[in-house]
């Protein structure tokens, strides 16, 4: 368990909805991360917060959006959903701005 | 574009045996490769890394070799086990305050039969 808490676990919603994933970093950990998995495209980088504040910005289109709070959880927010945004979303935090990638066991994400 | 190409795609490796995972990369300004190992159902997790200025680094049976000149990073298990079994991938970033930012290979499926 890497203390990596996300929610859901499981997500099935129609193309043109909304959604919202939750992630939990470890304790003490200032930085979260976000990440895309999926079958064409791998593993990719989408967006990074590091205590409250944008920090880096990768592949993440416009009608997706994250922000993390004060209690530092993190909220990925999934818009005009898209067949093919179908695909496994992970969390991952770290203790400071860089360092090791803890990461979580994901959001799975089915747009039909 | 892809930045970081791994290869095999799958490999099947008896007990016992080395499995050995290649990648290449392409932008000299990367100076972090961590390689992550993910079970099915979970997410992946730091395995062992290494930064351009040594040229190999080891971790129990998990070696790191590291070509600097021909761009390309390895990752060596020994005595590789059934539980070894998992999909393993090479990854990259640039600036020490970057590490969070991987670039990530396509993965390789590792088999390894009892």
């Known amino acids: 368990d890497s203390g990596v808490t996300q929610t859901p676990k499981h997500l099935i919603t129609a193309t043109g909805q909304r959604v919202t994933l939750r992630c939990s970093p470890r304790?003490?950990?200032?930085?979260v991360y976000w990440y895309q998995q999926s079958l064409d495209q791998g593993l990719q980088f989408l967006i990074q917060?590091?205590?409250?504040?944008?920090?880096a910005k990768g592949n993440i289109l416009e009608r997706f959006s994250a922000q993390q709070f004060p209690d530092l959880h993190s909220e990925l927010n999934l818009s005009s959903l898209e067949l093919g945004d179908s695909a496994l979303y992970f969390c991952?935090?770290?203790?400071?701005?860089?360092?090791?990638?803890?990461f979580g066991e994901g959001s799975r994400l089915t747009v039909l | 574009q892809q930045q970081v190409k791994q290869s095999p795609q799958s490999l099947i490796v008896q007990k016992g045996g080395i499995s050995i995972i290649n990648c290449a990369y392409e932008?000299?300004?990367?100076?972090?490769f961590p390689w992550y190992q993910q079970f099915p159902g979970k997410g992946p997790a730091l395995l062992i890394a290494?930064?351009?200025?040594?040229s190999e680094k080891k971790e129990g049976r998990f070696t790191i070799s590291f070509n600097k000149s021909a761009k390309q990073f390895s990752l060596h298990i020994m005595d590789s086990q059934p539980g070894d079994s998992a999909t393993y991938f090479c990854?990259?970033?640039?600036?020490?305050?970057?590490?969070?930012?991987?670039?990530f290979g396509q993965g390789t499926t590792l088999q390894v039969k009892p």
């Open positions: 991952a935090s770290s203790p400071l701005a860089h360092g090791e990638l803890f």
């Open positions: 304790s003490g950990d200032l930085s």
């Open positions: 917060y590091y205590n409250g504040e944008e920090r």
């Open positions: 932008n000299t300004a990367f100076d972090y």
């Open positions: 290494i930064r351009p200025d040594v």
């Open positions: 990854a990259a970033s640039k600036g020490s305050g970057n590490t969070g930012k991987l670039i």
